[in-house]
């Protein structure tokens, strides 16, 4: 009777009790959530089925894109061992088709894959995975013998070819490589050996090298253990390297973090860099082969960036410098442990141009160099090279820093009869280092001799202004800020997208 009267309650909405109410709100919200949880279960499901929806990861970049595959799609095995140079080589084969069809994105999944060298496609997005690891071969026959570049005439190492890199691009458009800061390792040691011993016929792979491309992005990733130089973008325009963290061991060689070469309007941000050479290095061909090819790195902008490098510069212009480097904008720099800030390296027969070079706001702990020009640096690709051409270095300018621990100030050595003008220091805080207290420690790598002056300038000519310890007199004393650009330059505007990809 209770329970038939119940029942006729049912039916009668408008006698409803707060109770009745609250008893049906709560089985709908019991059967809402069995309905949830069924639907992310049937989702888990597919996702290991079709590899969607698992998990939507936001990252940023210059062009989201239409179309999303797996490694695994083309046979990828993320195991550590079994080679996927195949499956990269088909993948991006594949998704080069939808170039035009707006894009496609190719995901790298959990685990570790090893691979050779690999070309990209345009309008293509590599994305590594934040527990992803590509693993770079150690087989030489992985990296197949290229052309030296043309404004090289010959690979840096050893006349005539060259090892491609692990990851290539030539001639593209809209390219990116990106992550939740996965890794690339290069594992470089079986190099960096052969290379000590002189036991490599061929100049050394790079970890990425892009030639004759425009928009290209690298970022959000983990780079390390290159067998030679990390980043190499050469004969590029628009570039975004950014939230890059690159670490190599600081005594193995040539392991520099990010080269520009031949680039116009490059960004740099936000990166990390420890390694056993220049943290970034900017460069444009050598000697005739770079004169002659006249392609210059113009237009650089480099904004929070730190550096460990012993052995070698936070910020090198050169040696490389024939084809010219212009207005290059830095600041927000740091440096720890490292033999010297900025560096300008040229020598007789390079020609070219390093001008209009603007460095602001750098703090350095533990240095050998604050500044450092040198204008007898060796090398060249041939003997073809002209001694009669020789480097224009003018209207350099350094400005707010401090540095603390620091051996020397400023080295800075330009050419007989060519010497390095309007050079411009000022607001720079130099506390030199403590010999007493630092005798037991060693925090070079190499042999420190002789007495060492804060200041050694010799054909040089410029200005300074609130230096200490005071600049040498061949940098004259004067009331002035030294420049910086107001403007901002295009490739400092363009803004990421956000994009989502389904892992
Ligand atoms: C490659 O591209 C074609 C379309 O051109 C497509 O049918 C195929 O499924 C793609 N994927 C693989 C793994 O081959
Ligand atoms: C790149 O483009 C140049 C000029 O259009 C061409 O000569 C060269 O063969 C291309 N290289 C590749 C690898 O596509
Ligand atoms: C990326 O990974 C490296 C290596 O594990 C780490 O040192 C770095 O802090 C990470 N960066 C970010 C932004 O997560
Ligand atoms: C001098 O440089 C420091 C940074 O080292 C900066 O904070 C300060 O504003 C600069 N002073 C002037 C007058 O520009
Ligand atoms: C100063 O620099 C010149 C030219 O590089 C060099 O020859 C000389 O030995 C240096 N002097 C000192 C005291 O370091």
């Known amino acids: 009777m209770n329970a038939m009267s119940n029942t006729t309650s049912y039916t009668k909405p408008h006698y409803f009790s707060i109770d009745l109410i609250s008893f049906f709100l709560q089985i709908m919200e019991k059967l809402l959530t069995f309905i949830l949880l069924g639907l992310v279960f049937v989702s888990t499901a597919e996702s290991r089925d079709h590899k969607s929806f698992k998990e939507q ?5 210059i062009n989201c894109r239409k179309h999303i595959a797996y490694l695994t799609d083309f046979g990828g095995k993320g195991d550590g061992v079994t080679s ?14 939808v170039a035009s069809d707006g894009g496609a994105l190719l995901v790298v999944p959990p685990g570790k894959w090893l691979t050779g060298s690999f070309g990209l496609a345009s309008h293509f997005t590599l994305y590594i995975h934040q527990k992803a690891v590509i693993l770079a071969s150690q087989e030489e026959s992985d990296y197949p013998l290229i052309d030296p570049l043309p404004s090289y005439g010959s690979g840096r190492e050893a006349p005539g070819k060259r090892f491609s890199s692990l990851i290539v691009g030539t001639n593209l458009t809209d390219v990116v490589v990106t992550g939740g800061n996965g890794t690339i390792d290069g594992q470089g040691e079986i190099w960096w050996k052969k290379f000590k011993a ?12 892009i030639l004759h491309s425009t928009h290209l992005q690298i970022s959000d990733l983990t780079l390390t ?9 050469t004969y590029c325009s628009n570039v975004i390297l950014e939230r890059l963290t690159i670490l190599a061991p600081v005594d193995v060689p040539n392991t520099d973090g990010i080269n520009p070469d031949s680039c116009t309007d490059t960004r740099i941000r936000d990166s990390y860099v420890v390694s056993g050479d220049d943290c970034i290095a900017v460069k444009s061909g050598w000697d005739h082969h770079g004169i002659n090819y006249a392609k210059p790195t113009q237009r650089l902008s480099i904004r929070g960036f730190t550096c460990i490098s012993p052995k070698s510069a936070l910020i090198a212009l050169g040696s490389e410098m024939s084809g010219g480097i212009r207005d290059v904008r830095a600041e927000g720099l740091r440096a720890l442990n490292s033999e010297s800030g900025i560096r300008i390296k040229t020598g007789v027969g390079r020609g070219g141009y390093v001008k209009d070079i ?9 240095m050998k160099y604050v500044f ?14 002209d001694p009669k051409a020789l480097p224009e270095i003018t209207n350099i300018n350094y400005r707010d820093m401090v540095a603390k621990n620091v051996k020397i100030v400023g080295a800075l050595s330009g050419i007989k009869g060519d010497a390095f ?4 220091i000022s607001n720079v805080t130099v506390a030199l280092e403590n010999k007493e207290k630092n005798k037991e420690k060693r925090f070079f790598i190499g042999e420190e001799k002789g007495k060492k002056l804060p200041w050694n300038c010799t054909d040089v000519g410029g200005v300074s202004s609130k230096v200490t310890p005071k600049a040498c007199p061949e940098l004259v004393e004067k009331e002035v800020d030294c420049a910086f650009p107001t403007d901002t330059l295009a490739i400092d505007k363009v803004k990421l997208n956000q994009c989502f990809v389904n892992v």
């Open 358 to 366: 603007y460095v602001r706001d750098a703090e350095m702990y533990t």
């Open 372 to 385: 450092w020009m040198n204008g007898d640096y060796g090398g060249h690709p041939d003997t073809g090279f």
């Open 421 to 424: 003008t309007n050079i411009c």
């Open 84 to 97: 996927n140079s195949a499956a990269f080589k088909a993948a991006v084969a594949n998704l080069s088709k």
């Open 198 to 209: 002189k036991k490599l016929k061929h100049t050394r792979p790079y970890l990425i090298e």
């Open 225 to 233: 253990n290159s067998p030679s130089w990390h980043i190499h973008p």
């Open 57 to 61: 990861i936001p990252y940023s970049a």
